[in-house]
């Protein structure tokens, strides 16, 4: 048994795709240009007519919208695998991408994904096979290898803030009854607050200085209760 590293990447594989030449990978695409053992990864390889015909995986691990959260080897004739994508053909020429075999990943969104695979590894056929990896199927004498992780998902700092929003509300029974403290404790609790509620109410100063236009002695009432 081997491993080739005890730490595993921080960010998970968000696209796999097949290559026909080393230097021809996308921007921000790794090649597995090499088997564990330093040997040639090269997934066409035809040793009886020494084919000149190439192809290497890649992957990145860019961040995007989506992960591979899961990955599948199976004969080109075999019905493609449900919730999986074929990797048909090659980034860089759109040729046909494997011969016999097909390379087939199930996409999901980020948001959504618990588990996700975090590296691929090809392995020669006669060496040991790698810790935490799982096996996807063997191609030319070689086996591609994949690890998979936990997503982690970091919550956004305006996602912080509106959840936080609720909790420094302030309490409306309260701030109903703090204008009308005389209420307060009344055990009845048919009061109905309107919109005159501790609004004063005042003659105004125009008027203080007349004092007799408001005089008023009640002499006709007086004269009926007589």
């Known amino acids: 048994?081997?491993?080739?590293?005890?730490?595993?990447?921080?960010?998970?594989?968000?696209?796999?795709?097949v290559i026909t030449s080393l230097n021809k990978a996308p921007n921000g695409f790794y090649v597995v240009a090499q088997t564990t053992d330093g040997s040639d990864a090269d997934l066409w390889k035809d040793a009886l007519f020494k084919s000149k015909v190439t192809r290497y995986l890649?992957?990145?691990?860019?961040?995007?919208?989506?992960?591979?959260?899961?990955?599948?080897l199976t004969d080109v004739k075999d019905?493609?695998?449900?919730?999986?994508?074929?990797?048909?053909e090659t980034m860089d020429t759109?040729?046909?991408?494997?011969?016999?075999?097909?390379?087939?990943?199930?996409?999901i969104?980020?948001?959504?994904?618990?588990?996700?695979?975090?590296?691929?590894q090809i392995?020669?056929?006669?060496?040991?096979h790698l810790v935490n990896y799982t096996c996807l199927g063997e191609i030319n004498n070689m086996g591609i290898?994949?690890?998979?992780?936990?997503?982690?998902?970091?919550?956004?700092?305006?996602?912080?803030?509106?959840?936080?929003?609720?909790?420094?509300?302030?309490?409306?029974?309260?701030?109903?009854?703090?204008?009308?403290?005389?209420?307060?404790?009344?055990?009845?609790?048919n009061y109905t607050m309107t919109a005159l509620d501790d609004v004063p109410?005042?003659?105004?100063?125009?008027?203080?200085?007349?004092?007799k236009e408001f005089c008023y002695n009640f002499s006709a009432e007086r004269s009926i209760t007589l």
């Open 1 to 17: 048994m081997s491993e080739t590293s005890s730490q595993q990447p921080v960010d998970p594989i968000s696209a796999v795709g």
């Open 58 to 72: 890649c992957f990145t691990r860019e961040a995007g919208p989506d992960v591979v959260a899961d990955m599948k």
């Open 79 to 88: 019905v493609l695998p449900e919730g999986f994508t074929p990797v048909q």
């Open 94 to 107: 759109k040729e046909t991408a494997m011969r016999k075999r097909r390379l087939c990943v199930k996409i």
């Open 109 to 120: 969104p980020r948001a959504a994904a618990e588990a996700a695979v975090y590296d691929i």
């Open 123 to 128: 392995v020669a056929k006669s060496k040991p």
């Open 145 to 189: 290898w994949y690890r998979t992780g936990d997503v982690v998902h970091h919550q956004t700092s305006q996602e912080t803030s509106i959840t936080a929003i609720p909790e420094t509300l302030p309490n409306t029974a309260s701030r109903r009854t703090t204008g009308r403290p005389d209420y307060e404790h009344q055990s009845s609790g």
């Open 201 to 211: 109410f005042v003659i105004s100063e125009k008027f203080s200085g007349k004092p």
